[in-house]
């Protein structure tokens, strides 16, 4: 009767155990999509500023330098402010940080409704609006979502990432639309009532995530990830500075931000100056960075079987591609030209994030992996505010965008450098 008795309770605490599993897999989805409703709403609000940007020199006839300098504060702002987002989301969690985001943002997108001077578009843009959007951005759920998916980590990252292309993708086409039809104000209060409506349920389903320290994904990585992970547990910002790859990381990041927003950024304008419908080349530009959700989540998959270096450096390629695409434009008749400018470099727009994200992930693991991750962002934010600055600049210089596109080239050229010096894992 006795060993009978014992049986029971070992049978019931292993079906206990097998059930629990379906459910911590079900909330880390759950997880995952809250994540990318989040990340797109606040990628949606901030990337459509290019849009804004063509309105802008329409009303104010500010030069393309001048106009670019809201983007440029916010890219460093973003990256400035990254290390304090990963350190609060490390002691606070994502949900509180998700409703600070969601009140900056709608007191930003309030105020830009009604300025009437550039300065006024730096600050709520620039700091008040990108300080918002840093709290719904990749630092706020990386390490949540790093420690629910093991095994999966790339995939998971890349399905994460790839709601800042499709906030991209879907907010350039709408967003020229609505300041056709209403007005670039009257669209500035249509993003606030989104805010409004999205971001108080979202912030709801994270109530949990702060205490649920269970992995969904209990089973070991893949050999892809869990090469350089397992030498370097535990690593603390300290440690992880000391280090070559930290830098090499930071690098990477720079020059990934640099390549994409010496064009990004000027996409619409370019194609206006060259005789393209605007809302025509809008559309286009939408399409293609349509494919990018595909491309991010293909290359952060990829990373998980071919490893991070490659897959970053495919992307790398067809970003290169897309870019000599648009160098070769010079009328509004190559509309092929402007298909292919638009599919080969929005394909892969945010397709090295996955990977640069996930290695960062599997070299510096530990409880201090958001503020880690924070400080090398600093990286990304830096490459961005001189690439989208530097090609304004060189326009307003030459009337041509044509070097801005050549240094592109160039700065995709130095990151596949600089992470293929990745290949190694760190050692204390």
Aim: aromatic share 10%; proline share 4%; net charge positive.
């Amino acid at each position: 009767m006795d060993r009978t008795r014992s049986i029971v309770p070992i049978g019931t605490t292993g079906s206990r155990t097998q059930r629990s599993a379906p459910a911590a897999s079900r909330r880390a989805w759950l997880m995952l999509g809250a994540a990318f409703a989040a990340f797109t709403v606040g990628a949606a609000v901030m990337q459509s500023y290019a849009v804004f940007l063509v309105a802008f020199i329409e009303e104010f006839r500010w030069s393309r330098a001048e106009t670019s300098i809201a983007y440029s504060v916010s890219q460093l702002v973003a990256g400035g402010t990254s290390p304090l987002v990963g350190a609060m989301v490390d002691r606070l969690g994502p949900r509180r940080l998700l409703l600070t985001g969601g009140a900056l943002l709608l007191v930003g997108l309030l105020g830009s409704a009604m300025i009437t001077a550039l300065w006024q578009i730096i600050l709520l843009y620039g700091v008040i609006m990108t300080l918002g959007a840093n709290c719904l951005g990749m630092v706020v759920f990386v390490p949540l979502l790093s420690r629910q998916f093991v095994r999966h980590r790339g995939m998971a990252i890349s399905i994460l990432q790839s709601a800042n292309a499709f906030g991209r993708a879907a907010s350039a086409p709408l967003v020229q639309l609505l300041v056709a039809t209403l007005g670039w104000r009257e669209t500035y209060l249509a993003q606030a009532t989104l805010i409004v409506a999205a971001i108080p349920p979202l912030a709801a389903l994270f109530r949990r995530a702060a205490r649920d320290r269970t992995a969904a994904e209990p089973v070991a990585p893949s050999r892809a990830a869990v090469a350089p992970a397992l030498p370097s547990p535990g690593w603390s910002l300290t440690e992880a500075v000391r280090t070559r790859h930290f830098w090499l990381l930071f690098s990477v990041y720079l020059l990934t931000g640099l390549g994409s927003f010496l064009v990004s950024l000027h996409q619409l304008a370019f194609t206006a100056d060259v005789g393209f419908d605007k809302l025509y080349a809008a559309s286009v530009l939408g399409i293609g960075s349509f494919l990018a959700v595909v491309g991010t989540i293909l290359t952060g998959a990829l990373s998980d079987y071919i490893g991070r270096e490659w897959s970053a450096i495919l992307a790398y390629g067809i970003s290169i591609v897309g870019v000599v695409c648009a160098l070769l434009i010079t009328s509004p008749d190559q509309h092929w030209l402007l298909w292919l400018h638009a599919c080969f470099f929005g394909l892969t727009w945010g397709a090295r994030g996955p990977a640069i994200t996930a290695k960062t992930a599997d070299l510096f693991p530990g409880s201090q992996l958001g503020t880690i991750l924070g400080v090398i962002t600093i990286g990304s934010g830096i490459g961005a505010a001189v690439g989208s600055s530097a090609a304004g600049w060189i326009f307003d210089l030459s009337g041509s965008y044509r070097l801005a596109f050549l240094l592109s080239i160039v700065a995709y050229i130095c990151g596949c450098i600089a992470f293929w010096g990745l290949r190694r894992p760190p050692v204390r």
